[in-house]
């Protein structure tokens, strides 16, 4: 299986591309012609640049509007064909992308953009070289791949094929099926993009927000299924238009990219067990039951402090490590540790990013399996130094350096046996509902590769919420079953709660923990009474609660006192929770949350109440 | 004329919102529903805090998908309007906005709604209220005024009438025309919004890009004219949801917010000279000659390196200050002036953002007018303090603190007379052709709406340039004649070479500035000769113009030995220009132009070649 990628799709300079393609596994790349142009080096300099580093030049671009203009124009155009040939020789590529004319000036006649064609078909042989026509999704006359075939086979010419891309003939809603009429041998290449799910206009669409397959929503899958079951079985390759990925550094992008197809292939596979493609594949997925324990990194003083911060929440110190300045926490199946060993992985952890979640643990059944696709996918696993008798806990490092331990197997605690443990006395959480990580602006994407490929975890829809500087983008990550839950939040403004919290990070990090209470409404009188302060809510916030869903029983009422805030979805399940203050100026802080009947959301008509109430505090 | 704004256009919390809309000038608000909400005190309290600050709260809008759905939901909202009701009565807010239901649930039956309507406007009337109907550009049975105007009409009750905002009307391509039917007194609001011309769901476009009046394409002052030439007194409200808005600073938000409509205002007059409305208007714009000087702020050997790099272009010493450590520089009728005084407004520029443009004097007839212009939009004037037979210039202070002197009369050289002068041996350019200024994202909406209250200049639309580290957004305000033209340009990625260049600047600033020249060839082949380094373009860059425009007489294959670049609108214009390497590390540049026959454009398909030169060269 070749393996490639269009220049276009990450950052940098020519030389900079091509190092970390090459770098990221990808045995083909498609040569973007800007890429080119803007290259101070002849095309015989780049073709042996490219063979250096174990690359085939899969594809070049070099013009669009062809087909279908004024003699006088197209005469000129083909005239400009011979040229990119020519260069093409140079370049060593023997493949070249038509798009289909995307000017007003084209005309509509079949038969005369079949005579154009087939005319560049003819020059193209000449040069050895196979065009590859492709419909536009906003292409003037050609603008749906059947559109593209119907004059391919019209023009019936060894030299021009058909170029099929993902985005343009899902994002136009058409699917592959069974494509009997088109011959496999005529399919020159293919293209594959992802995309999230956008109203707008779909030039824009493509040029901005194209992303790897399995960071979107598009059903690539089933594209790359139906494709394989055909019979391609040629390169696959991905082209991104993303203003992100054009900004972000060029390494991280390409490495995730050749992920995006191994994952792809994983996914076709499934799909098609007997095929005798050889696709990728790696361990079967674990299952997932949810956060054992989370894990900060901390000094001395901070992890006093966070103790502080943790005890008006009915926590109590659980255990003591044997050999390390490490405290455990507890309330019910909350379990939080606090690690302040000096010149251990955490304190390393802390001196990069101060206080923070450095690690969290979750319950699996297949713990091997996770370890093995980690590796598959090209991310790193950990083993801290442990003591003679102690546990070993493997774990797998996230894109932002914090590890995810796996703990095999629900409800055996066998990395208790590390600690000294004490009783504690309180059991109002059942545990960790979820872990909302704050993300810098363009690592979103990382981030749902890493969970999606190596976890296979699912991704909802993005929403926004107004924080008073600047909108905030949240999107869930979540296991199949939802015992894991990750709210992924970013901010593009610098000065949202949010976003001030990832800067003081120095990268990413905890914005907050839910912990999941059975019945919030007690367990929050209980604490409060002892002394816990919540996070000061608006009065007009329970006005408007009793304005949108009526008295609702009397529920409604008891709120105000409790500062506690309240959800309704549409099918009647309710959602209570409580926040507390930011710990250290807004690092980070703690919820207390209670799902009532099947809700699954996250409260997000409170968040900006939640939002106002933290510029508030401070 | 009362002007508002509601509160949701600006960030920040309720309290400095206010603050900031009182201190704009306006006189009305509009309380978004969110900012009370959010807000840790009664409405009793917001309406207090709104009389201190002398602001009548102009407008309420509390809920969405009123009409129209199940009989028992309705009962429901009827009785969620009533809280409203109450709650409008302790805001001291007589005015409700009811937006037409966007639920695909609501009924298509024109009689249910109206039968809808009609009980929230008995409703309203028991409590002195007057509820606005306003078509949502997306509704699902009511999207354009029309559609809200029959049904209020068939209500017929003193307590409904129709909210009109701009965005909702014109996105949908309707004009207001004349109105015949429409009763002046039915208008219970209006709502102003421009935005720029977006091909995307209307929804999303009117959720995050719309902008205040001026800044945007919309025909906004066509639309103030029919409104006010129909009689229409009342408020104008602007309610704007713009993502950078809500992000930026909220002062001069609120600023621009005022700004906009005095501008909007100064429009309508215009097209209504006869019309007693009591309509903003200042003085007549002036007519612009050009760019006389530029000045940049140095230290004493920044000053050394400056002329350094101005002397291979031609340049030489004209002459010395009488009185300041100030130079001029000159080629033919290109000025620039290096200005390193200590302790002087420059020196203060020079220790805020390094070597940089502290100043631009433009050649005007009706500099007086201008400076009216600006005090009366509230910008602040300058004036240096000077010897005694020096000359006076006056400045107005551009939104990065900088300064444009205004000098009166083309072809007077007075400020010449501060100068020992002596003269230059070249004449190889005619002037500035144009400045193009980086700015911090987030910034360009004010120094449109600057550029555009001021003096009037002229936007062209935005398009998109690719640095190799992210996109560039590039936009170009001109005087009305283009004699001054300015490229503003932007990034969102911190790594581009604009981005790099407006942070070391701490603020906005020049990135390149651009000399005319009338032989671009002749000009540049002598100074290359001379020394000259141009920035170095890649041979394939060469390649590719022959397969674009063919041989086109000989003169492309003049341009590889020079590093000149080319493009050619469609039309059959042609541009030529050069740049130099940045000076300082990226802090700026110099570029040579000729603009052949009646080329308007900045080279645009060349700057990608030359933002990856710029990362080739560094």
């Known amino acids: 299986m070749q393996r490639s990628i269009a220049t276009v799709s990450v950052s940098g300079t020519l030389p900079e591309k091509l190092n970390a393609i090459a770098a990221a596994g ?223 550094p060029t390494a991280p992008t390409a490495k995730d ?44 003083d901070d992890a006093c402090a966070l103790g502080a911060a943790l005890r008006p929440l009915g926590f109590a110190q659980a255990g003591e490590h044997r050999s390390k300045k490490v405290e455990l926490w507890r309330n019910g199946g909350a379990n939080v540790i606090i690690n302040h060993q000096p010149h251990s992985w955490a304190d390393n952890f802390y001196q990069r990013h101060g206080v923070s979640l450095c690690a969290q643990a979750w319950r699996v059944k297949g713990a091997a399996q996770l370890l093995k696709r980690a590796q598959d996918y090209g991310y790193p696993l950990w083993q801290e130094a442990h003591g003679p008798d102690e546990r070993e806990l493997p774990a797998i490092c996230a894109p932002d350096g914090s590890l995810i331990y796996l703990i095999e197997s629900a409800g055996e605690e066998g990395w208790h046996a590390d ?80 976003a001030r919290s990832v800067a003081s990070y120095q990268g990413s990090g905890l914005q907050h923990v839910a912990f999941a209470a059975n019945d919030l409404l007690t367990t929050v009188t209980r604490l409060e009474a002892q002394g816990m302060q919540p996070l000061a809510v608006p009065a007009n916030y329970y006005d408007d609660l009793l304005a949108r869903y009526g008295e609702s029983g009397g529920l409604l009422a008891t709120l105000p006192a409790l500062q506690a805030l309240y959800e309704r979805d549409d099918r009647g399940n309710a959602f209570l929770h409580i926040y507390t203050p930011p710990f250290r100026e807004g690092r980070f802080f703690f919820e207390i949350v209670e799902r009532k009947g099947d809700y699954q959301q996250y409260g997000a008509s409170n968040a900006a109440v939640r939002l106002a109430a933290m510029q508030t505090h401070q």
Not at 122 to 148: K, M, P
């Open 26 to 248: 990808f045995d083909g790349v498609e040569i973007f012609e800007n890429d080119l142009l803007y290259y101070p080096g002849s095309p015989a300099d780049v073709r042996q640049m490219c063979a250096d580093l174990g690359l085939t030049i899969t594809l070049f671009q070099p013009f669009r509007d062809f087909e279908g203009m004024s003699r006088q124009q197209f005469a000129a155009n083909l005239e400009r064909a011979r040229r990119k040939f020519d260069l093409m020789q140079q370049l060593g590529c023997d493949k070249m992308l038509l798009c289909s004319n995307v000017s007003p000036q084209t005309s509509s006649s079949f038969d005369l953009q079949v005579s154009d064609l087939a005319e560049i078909a003819a020059l193209a042989q000449q040069f050895a070289i196979e065009v590859g026509y492709e419909a536009l999704a906003w292409g003037t006359h050609v603008n749906r791949f059947r559109d593209a075939w119907a004059r391919v086979k019209a023009v019936d010419s060894p030299a021009l094929g058909i170029v099929l891309d993902s985005f343009h003939i899902l994002a136009r809603g058409d699917r592959l099926g069974a494509m009997e009429d088109i011959p496999v041998e005529k399919i020159t290449f293919l293209q594959l993009a992802d995309a999230p799910l956008m109203k707008m206009d779909v030039l824009e669409w493509s040029r901005h927000f194209r992303c790897f397959p399995g960071q979107g929503e598009l059903p690539l899958a089933e594209f790359a299924r139906d494709l394989t079951a055909k019979g391609y079985r040629g390169p696959w390759s991905l082209e991104i238009f993303n203003d992100g990925f054009r900004a972000f």
């Open 257 to 300: 990219g050749y992920r995006s197809l191994l994952w792809l292939e994983e996914q076709t596979r499934k799909r098609l067990p007997e095929s005798d493609a050889p696709l990728f594949s790696s361990a079967p997925l674990a299952r997932y039951d949810g956060v054992e324990f989370i894990e900060f990194a901390a000094s001395e």
């Open 419 to 498: 600690f000294h443990l004490q009783p504690t006395p309180n059991k109002d959480f059942t545990g960790i509902d979820h872990l909302a990580l704050g993300l810098p602006e363009g690592s979103r994407d990382n981030w749902v590769m890493f969970f999606r490929s190596v976890f296979g975890f699912e991704l909802d829809s993005e929403y926004s919420l107004p924080d008073p500087y600047g909108l905030v983008r949240s999107q869930v990550l979540h296991s199949p079953c939802r015992t894991i839950r990750l709210p992924l939040n970013m901010s593009q403004s610098r000065d949202t709660q949010i």
